[in-house]
């Protein structure tokens, strides 16, 4: 035992959160909501900013919502709906009475970490995760023992490692950056710009900005090199003031062959995470929070484990299909014309992402008539 151990008293937790980013404080909420004692660990100190489209679906705010959090008019930016261009080719689609919002991220961390401590959530800044057992987490300076540890430590989760939990990474890792532009105001809807091998997201934000994010496989392609393939997007930005700095972060689609061991449960980016072009990663958190909260206050995962399965069933459908359009122009340019041609099924499809509508509402004959249309285009 180090000599510095002798030193640390066991202070004693009902929830142990690792990771102050969305889901770790949003859980931490939900938790505290249904009168469980949080306390929060992260590494850094606020304000706490990441590379992200920065976009929330209307399923992601509406969680939120459930928790008492509303999202402020002055740094919430609602949007409507989500248009795809390609080229010559674009189709908009609606959330149908739904509304998602945009929020920079280091306001939506100050708004989440606000709300929290309101709740009575604890936190510990600066406090990176040393150690852990099946008893205690260790950081520099405190140790915890804990009746239940959230491991919401993000894509690389050690708490993750710890608990013998090994990520199966379903497609091959992608790379974003992301930076924001100050423009005249965009159309209320979040815009995906395809292109061989990459994509380009524009998120509406509040105070005439918008965040621009490239996707791609390539690790060295940041969004001076990417605009080159949009040109039609690049004179829309020409002479835009760029107001941060560019910063990425790999995205993948990894899928979890458990998300729960023992006491211990990984919510948001550590149980699992789909591509950033779905747009779902900060709306599966907020969803998730609020059944692990309730298994916890019950003492049984499997309500989360259930739920967390369900919750997550229609995002990696959409990823797998949404990487599918990205990987082949054949299939990409064939999706884009049928979308056009058929502006329905664009807002169906885009009802299903946004949960507004069910996957299972959506018949064998139906999925035949889309089939046959496409082979047609
Ligand atoms: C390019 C890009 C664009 C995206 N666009 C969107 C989008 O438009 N909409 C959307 O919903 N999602 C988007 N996402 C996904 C979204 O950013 C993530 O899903 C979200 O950040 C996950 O939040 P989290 O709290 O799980 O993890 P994180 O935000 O990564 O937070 C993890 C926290 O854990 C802390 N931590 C880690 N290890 C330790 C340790 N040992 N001790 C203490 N603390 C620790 C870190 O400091 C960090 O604060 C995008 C992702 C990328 C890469």
Redesign the pocket.
């Given at each position: 035992m180090p000599a510095s151990d002798y030193f640390i008293v066991t202070k004693r937790c009902e929830v142990i959160v690792?990771?102050?980013?969305?889901?770790?404080i949003v859980a931490a909420i939900a938790a505290r909501r249904l009168g469980l004692q949080a306390i929060v660990?992260?590494?850094?100190t606020p304000p706490?900013d990441?590379?992200?489209?920065?976009?929330?679906?209307p399923q992601?705010a509406a969680a939120l919502r459930r928790l008492g959090i509303s999202l402020p008019s002055e740094s919430a930016f609602p949007f409507h709906g989500i248009r795809f261009v390609d080229g010559e080719h674009s189709a908009r689609a609606d959330f149908a009475g739904a509304t998602g919002f945009s929020v920079r991220r280091v306001k939506l961390h100050q708004l989440l970490a606000n709300h929290a401590v309101e709740a009575g959530v604890e936190f510990r800044w600066g406090?990176?995760?040393m150690q852990i057992d099946a008893e205690t987490v260790t950081t520099a300076k405190e140790r915890f023992s804990y009746r239940w540890l959230v491991g919401?430590?993000?894509?690389n989760?050690?708490v993750r490692k710890w608990a013998g939990i090994d990520p199966r990474i379903v497609r091959r890792k992608r790379f974003?950056?992301?930076s924001h532009f100050q423009v005249r105001p965009w159309p209320d809807a979040v815009e995906v710009h395809w292109a061989r091998g990459c994509q380009i997201?524009i998120?509406p934000m509040a105070g005439e900005e918008v965040g621009v994010?490239v996707?791609s496989h390539d690790p060295t392609l940041r969004l001076e090199g990417a605009l080159m393939r949009f040109p039609a997007l690049a004179d829309k930005l020409r002479g835009a003031t760029q107001t941060t700095r560019e910063s990425?972060?790999?995205?993948s689609l990894r899928i979890l062959p458990a998300i729960t061991r023992g006491r211990v449960a990984l919510?948001?980016?550590?149980s699992g995470?789909v591509d950033?072009v779905t747009?779902?990663?900060?709306?599966?958190?907020f969803q998730q929070a609020i059944p692990l909260a309730e298994a916890m206050r019950l003492g049984d995962l499997a309500h989360y484990r259930h739920a967390h399965k369900h919750i997550a069933a229609v995002p990696i459908a959409m990823s797998r299909l949404m990487l599918l359009m990205g990987g082949s122009d054949w299939i990409r340019r064939r999706t884009m014309r049928l979308f056009q041609e058929t502006p329905g099924l664009f807002s169906q499809l885009l009802a299903i992402h946004a949960e507004t509508l069910p996957l299972s509402s959506v018949g064998m004959a139906e999925i035949a008539g889309f089939g046959w249309k496409f082979l047609r285009t």
């Open positions: 690792v990771g102050a980013g969305p889901a770790g660990l992260d590494a850094r706490i990441k590379p992200c489209g920065e976009g929330i679906l992601g406090a990176r995760v919401a430590d993000g894509q989760s050690q974003g950056f992301c997201f998120t994010s996707l990425g972060d790999a995205t919510v948001g980016d550590a995470t950033a747009g779902h990663g900060l709306s599966l958190s």
